[in-house]
């Protein structure tokens, strides 16, 4: 299926809820009046019937709404797990048919990055589930079986109560709780069964904890690489911790300490990719 008429060059997407035009034109009459065409010729429906159900998007618009496409913010489904495979499929069909110049290829391939990382960041934000089990997730890396272990959540909005119910019921021995309003964390600790700490005194127990998850957002890092190494002075476990703030509450260089393990932000977004992949190869296993 190839655009015909007026419009000699475009990208048809097709998907359950649209189907999409993009093109290059001298002018947007010239290529509405192409694209009429070519629907109205498709779909044996006269030009004038066609025109009520269009809506019509020119340059940056235009690119605006291809992200969001890219980026599922415009699906019936947030996140839709198989619009980047068609819109992938989509140019490739046109680029068969010499029907799609570089400009337009450009500007899919930008949207469609730009697309996979407001897709990453929107599993990441609206599911605070999946924050905390990746976390835990992580945390066995390091302890394949938390039972026993101590425990310490940092931060007790979504993400971190979300992660100390997730740790809690991996069977912890003991669960410490911080906050930066003392009063929160006791609540959460009291409804969790975990053990309040103020956030002040993070320095004097962490030395006896195994697994951190820092979920709190702050203007400067709340655990540093002398803050760890000196807890752990008399230490001869492994410690893991993970970082699952925005902006980051951990100096990545508590990385590079002996016995420790750190995860940062980005190994919670190389989870979210994995799991789009594995969305996306289920959607396609449907389809076929």
Do not use: W
Request: with cysteine.
């Amino acid at each position: 299926m190839a655009p015909k008429g007026s419009l000699s060059n475009g990208v048809i997407l097709s998907t359950d809820n649209r189907t999409e035009l993009y093109f290059q034109s001298s002018s947007v009459e010239e290529g509405v009046n192409g694209a009429v065409d070519f629907l109205s010729s498709y779909s044996c429906i006269e030009p004038e019937e066609v025109f009520p159900h269009l809506y019509i998007n020119e340059a940056k618009d235009a690119y605006q709404h291809l992200i969001d496409v890219a980026g599922g913010r415009d699906s019936k489904a947030p996140g839709e797990a198989g619009i980047l495979p068609q819109m992938q499929e989509a140019l490739q069909a046109s680029n068969r048919l010499g029907l799609c110049p570089g400009p337009l290829e450009r500007v899919f391939h930008t949207a469609m990055k730009a697309g996979e990382s407001a897709r990453i960041k929107t599993l990441i934000s609206r599911n605070a589930g999946f924050v905390s089990d990746t976390a835990v997730d992580l945390a066995k890396t390091v302890f394949p079986d938390l039972h026993g272990l101590r425990g310490l959540v940092i931060g007790v909005g979504d993400a971190g109560r979300s992660a100390a119910q997730a740790l809690k019921g991996e069977g912890l021995l003991e669960l410490l709780i911080a906050n930066r309003t003392f009063g929160k964390a006791t609540q959460v600790a009291s409804e969790i069964g975990g053990v309040p700490v103020p956030i002040g005194r993070i320095g004097s127990v962490i030395g006896g904890v195994d697994v951190v998850i820092a979920a709190t957002s702050r203007t400067t890092y709340v655990l540093s690489p002398e803050m760890i190494e000196d807890a752990r002075r008399s230490a001869h476990g492994p410690m893991v911790i993970i970082d699952v703030a925005e902006p980051n509450a951990v100096d990545p260089e508590v990385g590079l300490l002996p016995g420790v393990t750190f995860y940062s932000t980005s190994d919670i977004e190389a989870a979210a990719i994995a799991e789009m992949e594995t969305q996306e190869a289920e959607t396609a296993d449907v389809s076929h």
